[in-house]
């Protein structure tokens, strides 16, 4: 079982719409969730940070975390043309400085039409 | 707004030549990391250091690789003698122990 699972998509959605992506995972040792978006030939930009259950909004973006499930999501409310990118999940163990490593989802390419 | 800058946007190499990568972190930043991205593959983390030695590595990170903060601002990783599935993206990201990691645009290393 692969440690970080994500949809590579693509999924296309017109403007306007709510997008839901999601991760699951299998180490039950994860306890910081991000998630990321990656323009085609540029570096993972940072959107959300969460530590442990439960939900986090900043503006458009909502991240919720299911520690119980193993799943974490990211919620684009009236997404636009320009959310068109690759999203990435990613994860780690703990603040410590063994365990700062990130594991990433594939991630999920999403494709907003005008 | 502070970033992360990587050095050179792309670098082509001879297979079995030595290729430096730098990195200059956040500034204020203490923890260092390199991953890569081969093309249609997950990002994979390489390398973590803290305190001027390595905190972290994968099993990706073979005696080939070394990584080196020559001074106050620089990060670099330093790969031997490259091998044609050395060729990837390679992403520098930086942070603190309590803080998300912030990642450059990376070096896309071709191998010929």
């Known amino acids: 079982q692969k440690e970080v699972e994500q949809d590579p998509g693509p999924l296309s959605v017109p403007e306007g719409a709510i997008v839901s992506l999601n991760c699951t995972y299998s180490?039950?040792?994860?306890?910081?969730f991000m998630w990321y978006r990656q323009y085609s030939r540029k570096g993972p930009e940072l959107l959300m940070y969460?530590?442990?259950?439960g939900n986090k909004e900043d503006g458009r973006f909502t991240a919720q975390v299911d520690k119980s499930s193993k799943y974490i999501s990211l919620f684009i409310r009236d997404s636009q043309p320009s959310d068109s990118a690759t999203y990435l999940c990613?994860?780690?163990?703990?603040?410590?400085?063994?365990?700062?490593?990130?594991?990433f989802g594939t991630g999920t390419r999403l494709l907003v039409s005008p | 707004e502070p970033e992360v800058t990587q050095t050179p946007s792309h670098q082509v190499t001879q297979m079995g030549q030595e290729v430096i990568l730098r990195c200059v972190p956040i500034?204020?930043?203490?923890?260092f990391y390199w991953y890569r991205q081969i093309l249609g593959q997950k990002v994979e983390f390489l390398v973590s250091?803290?305190?001027?030695?390595?905190?972290?590595k994968s099993e990706i990170f073979d005696d080939q690789f070394s990584v080196e903060r020559p001074d106050g601002s620089n990060f670099t990783l330093k790969i031997r003698s490259t091998k044609l599935e050395d060729s990837a993206m390679y992403f520098c990201?930086?942070?603190?122990?309590?803080?998300?990691?912030?990642f450059g645009d990376g070096t896309r290393l071709s191998i010929l």
């Open positions: 990201a930086s942070g603190n122990s309590n803080q998300p990691q912030h």
């Open positions: 180490n039950s040792a994860f306890q910081y």
């Open positions: 969460t530590y442990s259950s």
């Open positions: 990613a994860m780690k163990q703990s603040l410590n400085t063994g365990f700062q490593k990130l594991v």
């Open positions: 500034s204020n930043h203490l923890y």
């Open positions: 250091f803290y305190n001027n030695e390595i905190s972290e």
